[in-house]
């Protein structure tokens, strides 16, 4: 059978491209709402598409969607999450970021399904989504998924555990249509791959601007040596190449947090204008291209923009690995409910 998925809060596309690999040819995208023009610019670069991308999905008349079948749903989670920077982390549905009301866009989600009646909702969002607010925040949202008729499934899984060097923990959460009887889903358990950090390096040599400074870096022990001194454990962190990363994000010391010390030749001639050197001790922040790989993005995905966008962009991605293993079972339901649904008539 031959589904039809839109792609809301799309981002560079990452869902969709796990849900793609899982259901190969059984699977076409119709549509996709974006409103970050940098990020849709990535998508475009990758995605061939002959629709327009949507923009500010509160503006989106969900009457003039095409009808679909799933819908994938990255919603916006600085509302939720720990890591959001400028004062305005874990407000949850009171989270009111530049006039955009981060909180309660899940409701256009909701908005849209109840028109269409999809087979399937897919969601992502930050782990601290399901403690938020004590819970409450999380059951308002399985509730409101519930009120229009859908069976929710969630499990908090993490990157590590599906062949990416990256300690990424967030909920996923699949929802059924009720009338297709599904009362149980299986979420996938991870892989037996493990990977490293070394494994997703870039070829040397490594172009000097990646190599941090010796004022920047100095600026930075200083600012871990404060922290330290008043019990906090905030600041720059040097990942061993033997192990895994953390949480790559978009903002804060999203690269810092993940800094490697890379020995391989390298030029110590600066590229752009620095403070100070080249450090002599090795040490640099990962390239856009191997945050691509922390996120299991092919080397075949275009990255055409500013270093800066594509940071942003990757950190509030998604682990591809992880949504095509939940996207296969997900697959694999749907099949089988057409299956027994086909016996009994």
């Not at 871990?224 to 903002?251: M, P, S």
């Not at 950190?315 to 293993?325: D, F, K, L, T």
Request: hydrophobic residues 35%.
């Amino acid at each position: 059978m031959k589904y039809r998925s839109i792609d809301l809060f799309a981002g560079i596309g990452g869902i969709r491209m796990g849900f793609e690999d899982a259901f190969g040819e059984d699977i076409e995208t119709i549509y996709a709402c974006e409103w970050d023009r940098y990020a849709q610019k990535t998508y475009r670069d990758n995605y061939y598409d002959m629709f327009d991308i949507a923009g500010d999905i509160t503006d989106v008349d969900e009457t003039k969607i095409p009808a679909f079948d799933i819908c994938l749903a990255g919603f916006p989670c600085q509302a939720f999450s720990i890591a959001a920077t400028g004062g305005y982390g874990r407000k949850g549905f009171n989270d009111d970021f530049k006039g955009l009301n981060r909180g309660n866009l899940f409701l256009e989600v909701v908005r849209i399904c109840e028109y269409h009646r999809p087979k399937v909702i897919f969601c992502e969002n930050v782990k601290g989504l399901v403690m938020h607010d004590k819970g409450r925040t999380f059951s308002v949202i399985r509730q409101a998924f519930r009120d229009i008729g859908y069976q929710v499934f969630w499990k908090v899984l993490n990157s590590k555990d599906f062949g990416v060097p990256q300690n990424r923990e967030r909920i996923y959460i699949v929802a059924f249509r009720d009338d297709l009887g599904i009362g149980e889903f299986k979420f996938p358990e991870g892989t037996e791959e493990k990977s490293c950090i070394r494994d997703i390096l870039d070829e040397a040599p490594i172009p000097s601007r990646y190599y941090l400074s010796d004022v920047y870096l100095q600026t930075l022990r200083d600012h871990k040596a404060r922290h330290a001194a008043r019990g906090h454990g905030f600041g720059y962190e040097i990942r061993d190449l033997d192990g895994i990363a953390g949480t790559i994000v978009c903002g804060g010391m999203g690269r810092e947090r993940n800094l490697i010390v890379d020995h391989r030749p390298h030029s110590m001639i600066p590229e752009t204008h620095i403070k100070g050197s080249v450090n002599k001790e090795d040490i640099r922040k990962m390239t856009p291209r191997e945050w691509a790989r922390l996120q299991g993005f092919p080397d075949s995905f275009i990255l055409s923009l500013p270093d800066s966008h594509l940071y942003k962009q990757l950190g509030n991605s998604v682990s591809v690995n992880v949504i095509r293993a939940i996207a296969e079972q997900v697959h694999d339901t749907l099949e089988k409910s057409n299956q027994h649904r086909s016996k009994k008539k």
